[in-house]
DNA sequence: CAATAGATCATCT
DNA sequence: GATGATCTATTGC
């Protein structure tokens, strides 16, 4: 969109004078609804800024694929937690990825972030994702966009409603058709549809899914 | 295009 | 000791 230098740092300015961090209670309800909401809001991180277009929901004891499946752990123990924080997980080795806890405390329903359409801060996006062909690839997918935003570690446990990673609200409405499909990537409870995107865009991680 | 292998380590059995 | 909520490069059609 913006082309030059003083724009893209303006775009963070006016993102951040248009949107409202979203607080406590937007993420102290079921999952699947905390899922479908996050769709069309902005994730900021220090520069950088994206509209979340693709997630999916990770439930608790009944749901085999989540990791808080076998109760708490030294890992998932942020997902039994107080909603509106972040539980970022280590993963193959490589890669790391952010999920934003739901549910009221005890419960450890959760919402994996898949992908964004990258809003500000690109240049950096791109200096820390050298291999991305296209702004498309910058963020299309739950670990090219932390490595874009450099979400790690040691934002597990973070609260989202407050500090230097949020989630913003636009103020002006939203108008937008979700799609549902499996959940990618996993062996246990594949058909369960609780992967949400926003049809049609072009930035989630994959166009077609069945 | 689609399929597959390799990377590489925290976490849990 | 095996496995994994992934990405990338490479191979093969």
């Given amino acids: 969109m913006l082309q030059s230098n003083g724009d893209k740092k303006n775009a963070l300015g006016l993102l951040l004078m248009e949107t409202d961090v979203l607080g406590r209670s937007f993420y102290e309800r079921p999952a699947i609804e905390v899922a479908r909401s996050l769709l069309g809001q902005i994730l900021v991180h220090e520069e950088t800024a994206g509209r979340i277009v693709e997630v999916e929901a990770y439930l608790g004891l009944e749901d085999p694929a989540a990791h808080a499946s076998r109760g708490v752990t030294a890992r998932t123990r942020v997902l ?55 702004i498309e690839q910058l963020t299309s997918g739950p670990a090219k966009l932390t490595m874009a935003m450099d979400i790690t570690r040691r934002h ?15 103020r002006g409405q939203s108008d937008f058709e979700i799609a549902a499909t499996p959940r990618i990537g996993i062996r246990q409870a594949k058909e369960w549809p609780l992967r949400f995107l926003i049809a049609g865009n072009r930035f989630v991680s994959r166009r077609e899914s069945s």
Avoid: Q, W
């Avoid at 690109?122 to 296209?134: D, F, H, I, Y």
């Avoid at 597990?156 to 636009?170: E, F, H, Q």
């Fill in 80 to 134: 039994f937690g107080p909603p509106g924080h972040a539980y970022v997980y280590f993963i193959y080795g490589v890669y790391e990825c952010l999920n934003l806890v739901a549910e009221p405390e005890g419960r450890p329903g959760c919402i994996l972030v898949r992908a964004l359409e990258p809003l500000a801060g690109l240049e950096v996006m791109r200096r820390r994702r050298p291999k991305a062909g296209s």
């Fill in 156 to 170: 597990n446990g973070a609260d989202v409603t407050r500090g230097a990673l949020t989630v913003r609200s636009p």
